[in-house]
């Protein structure tokens, strides 16, 4: 079993910055890729970023290119998403997931979840 806690969202003007944190429970932290996956009222959970086992390759999709990244700290079992230039259409709940190894884009992949955070951006 692996325990994930958001953690840093909250509400921003557009234009700013937050970033989101996800601990995990698990000394094993480091064999396991981690995702972010956010979903919007009325709307299917979309994933964000992802990010290896290793590091080494990290996934985000087009909407956010440039203005978020995905990064990780196996040091302190905790995984990152820094999210700058936010917009309106950013606003969701934001959730961690992890998965064995290699990142998925698909939530049905990944077997771990947390609560999710809220971010709310303003106009």
């Known amino acids: 079993q692996v325990q994930l806690v958001e953690s840093g969202g909250g509400l921003v003007q557009a234009g700013g910055s937050l970033r989101l944190s996800c601990a995990a429970s698990r000394r094993t932290f480091s064999t396991y890729a981690m995702g972010w996956f956010r979903q919007a009222p009325g709307k299917e959970r979309e994933f964000v970023a992802g990010i290896d086992w290793s590091g080494g390759s990290k996934y985000d999709v087009d909407s956010v290119k440039g203005r978020f990244t995905i990064s990780r700290d196996n040091a302190k079992n905790t995984v990152y998403l820094q999210m700058n230039s936010l917009k309106p259409d950013d606003t969701a709940v934001y959730y961690c997931?992890?998965?064995?190894?290699?990142?998925?884009?698909?939530?049905?992949?990944?077997?771990?979840w947390g609560q999710g955070a809220q971010v709310t951006v303003s106009s």
């Open positions: 997931a992890a998965r064995f190894r290699f990142s998925s884009s698909s939530p049905h992949e990944y077997a771990y």
